[in-house]
Antibody, heavy 120, light 107 residues
Framework: QVQLQESGPGLVKPSETLSLTCTVS????????WSWIRQPPGKGLEFIGYIYYRGGTNYNPSLKSRVTMSVDTSKDQFSLRLSSMTAADTAVYYC??????????????WGQGTTVTVSS | SYELTQPPSISVSPGQTASITCSGN??????ACWYQQKPGRSPVLVIYQDTKRPSGIPERFSGSNSGNTATLTIGGTQAMDEADYYC??????????FGGGTKLTVL
């Protein structure tokens, strides 16, 4: 059973860069698309971006200038960096796996989410 | 940019059928999927590729997609189905987009 676990700081200062890592266990990172999604308090889901295990990326245009995603197949991990953080970036951040091998079908495995607060 | 529109909330009586719509320009030309999210929990995929159910999802969940509207239908709604539901699709302009979510109340 594939499981995902997000890790990273729970508190980030304004203007700093958020770095999160998602560790894949119970399966391999190879063959799939891996995504980051966030959810501000009391609001809906927002797509941040996805990365293919080979490294190709696709980001939300509204966040593209601040987002960098990377993958480390040797560690079965993928990561998110979001720069110039503001209070509007306060949210629960989820990592997720798309169920399709080599094609996008929908995200069937999600991490438990990690709460990130932006505050000085 | 591409947008998906959902009703903010719907309510249904136990045992009745709940239908949640998701509207977007030519959405029927794309694949849509649906997620269920209960308070404090991660989303769960309930429908993918318009009509398919992942293993473990009850048969009472079904989906359709045509024209500008995708629909999630829950037949014989149970109290445990009370949750927020999000549609999602892929588009060349936005990569991946979620609808705003629909709160389903079973009363």
């Amino acid at each position: 059973q594939v499981q995902l676990q997000e890790s990273g700081p729970g508190l980030v200062k304004p203007s700093e860069t958020l770095s999160l890592t998602c560790t894949v266990s119970g399966g391999s990172i190879s063959g799939y698309y891996w995504s980051w999604i966030r959810q501000p308090p009391g609001k809906g889901l927002e797509f941040i971006g996805y990365i293919y295990y080979r490294g190709g990326t696709n980001y939300n245009p509204s966040l593209k200038s601040r987002v960098t995603m990377s993958v480390d197949t040797s560690k079965d991990q993928f990561s998110l960096r979001l720069s110039s953080m503001t209070a509007a970036d306060t949210a629960v951040y989820y990592c997720a796996r798309d169920r399709g091998r080599g094609e996008l079908q929908g995200m069937d495995v999600w991490g438990q989410g990690t709460t990130v607060t932006v505050s000085s | 940019s591409y947008e998906l529109t959902q009703p903010p909330s719907i309510s249904v009586s136990p045992g009745q059928t709940a239908s949640i719509t998701c509207s977007g320009n030519k959405l029927g030309d794309k694949y849509a999927c649906w997620y269920q999210q209960k308070p404090g929990r991660s989303p769960v995929l309930v429908i993918y590729q318009d009509t398919k159910r992942p293993s473990g999802i009850p048969e009472r969940f079904s989906g359709s997609n045509s024209g500008n509207t995708a629909t999630l239908t829950i037949g014989g709604t149970q109290a445990m189905d009370e949750a927020d539901y999000y549609c999602q699709a892929w588009d060349s302009s936005t990569a991946l987009v979620f609808g705003g979510g629909t709160k389903l109340t079973v009363l």
